[in-house]
């Protein structure tokens, strides 16, 4: 007898870690918030005995490395397994699983359709694939595989969060709403469900929903530097300085190494007309200590007056490359950022010319888009 009991392994990769800040949502940035699930083999006989004798032995055995965090050992006693039964759905899934972990996304999914095709039924299997696909890109092949996990099994909560995680990705926020809401119906206790949802709410605009949402997302896990990232964002969206200055503390508290957020920690303490020598002082004292992303790097140099840089310069930085996407994405956040010093030093009319070129950019998936469309609300109303 086989058992379905799986073991949940989440890999975060947030995208506002330097290297990785410019990809989505991290638009409030989150890179795909992976869940990959194992198809556990029952586990009433010890592996050791098994293990001798049988696929679900081998796939015990699998299991338990995969667990220690050796993965090429799990792998291979996964392969054992197929050597025994070819048809053993189980082990396919685990090893694809293992491979998942391992970045050999083409070699998961293979692993992943013959699963399926051993057992078209196999949720999970579909699941897993949708993460796969997901991760190479593939939106649309990931929601399709997560629309045949639900359509197994329509209490899997899982699939219904990454179902929503990458229609975030691809703008249809209310589709990603409506697939939080079912999977906090089913797991009240999801925080990445909450995180998730607030950041689309975010992207709408519904601020104080977003903020709720960033609300019970730390309530479960206090911990969630993006939580109070993007909480202390949603506070400088609505003109709640010193609400904001406190959150991106806290997210640097959490968080050190995300540079972002220091740069938003000293935009709110400007926007709030306080003293920004301590917020300065951080910045500075991360940049002297860490390397980072020489993109982020060079705006946070502007910043501190490090260097012969001026406007010029980080506009031409910023159109360095052939990478047109990559050209587009690093001018939608060089425009705000400028746009935030001429406000700060007065040029209010610079300014608003450089917020309409962020948002010109039609980078929607990046924050400084919604920041800049938030300045210009914030200054219209004479907030900042």
């Not at 929503?164 to 703008?171: S, T, W």
Request: glycine fraction near 8%; aromatic fraction near 10%.
């Amino acid at each position: 007898m086989m058992q379905q009991n799986p073991a949940t392994v989440e890999t975060w990769e947030p995208r506002w870690s330097q290297k990785n800040h410019r990809a989505f949502t991290q638009c409030f940035r989150f890179a795909f918030a992976v869940a990959v699930v194992l198809l556990l083999a029952s586990l009433a006989i010890a592996p050791s005995v098994l293990a001798q004798n049988s696929a679900s032995g081998w796939v015990n055995s699998g299991l338990a490395k995969y667990e220690k965090g050796d993965l090429d050992g799990a792998i291979a006693d996964f392969n054992r397994a197929i050597g025994i039964d070819p048809k053993y759905a189980p082990a396919y899934n685990n090893r694809g699983a293992a491979k998942l972990i391992k970045g050999d996304l083409d070699g998961a999914i293979a692993d992943f359709n013959r699963a399926i095709g051993i057992n078209p039924k196999n949720a999970l299997a579909y699941y897993n694939r949708g993460v796969g696909k997901g991760n190479k890109g593939d939106l649309e092949g990931a929601v399709a595989d997560y629309n045949r996990a639900i359509e197994i099994d329509p209490n899997y909560a899982l699939a219904y969060y990454n179902r929503g995680f990458a229609k975030l990705k691809k703008g249809d926020l209310d589709g990603a709403i409506a697939d939080f809401n079912r999977a906090i119906e089913i797991n009240p206790n999801n925080a990445l469900a909450y995180y998730n949802r607030g950041v689309a709410k975010l992207k709408k605009g519904d601020l104080d929903e977003a903020i709720a949402d960033f609300n019970r997302a730390i309530e479960i896990d206090p911990k969630n530097a993006l939580a109070y990232y993007n909480r202390g964002n949603a506070f400088q969206a609505k003109g709640q300085f010193f609400q904001a200055v406190a959150n991106l503390n806290r997210a640097i508290e959490l968080n050190r190494n995300h540079e972002y957020a220091y740069l938003r920690l000293l935009i709110a303490t400007w926007s709030d007309r306080g003293d920004a020598s301590a917020a300065m002082d951080k910045l500075r004292n991360h940049v002297a200590a860490n390397s980072s992303d020489e993109w982020v790097r060079t705006i946070s140099k502007y910043y501190l007056g490090i260097g012969k840089l001026n406007e010029q310069a980080i506009l031409a930085e910023a159109r360095k490359g052939t990478d047109g996407k990559k050209v587009g994405e690093r001018l939608c956040e060089a425009y705000y950022y400028l746009g935030v010093k001429r406000l700060v030093g007065g040029n209010r009319k610079g300014a608003v010319e450089y917020f309409t070129l962020s948002i010109d950019t039609d980078i929607k998936r990046f924050t400084e888009y919604d920041a800049s469309k938030a300045m210009l609300r914030l200054m219209k109303e004479g907030k900042i």
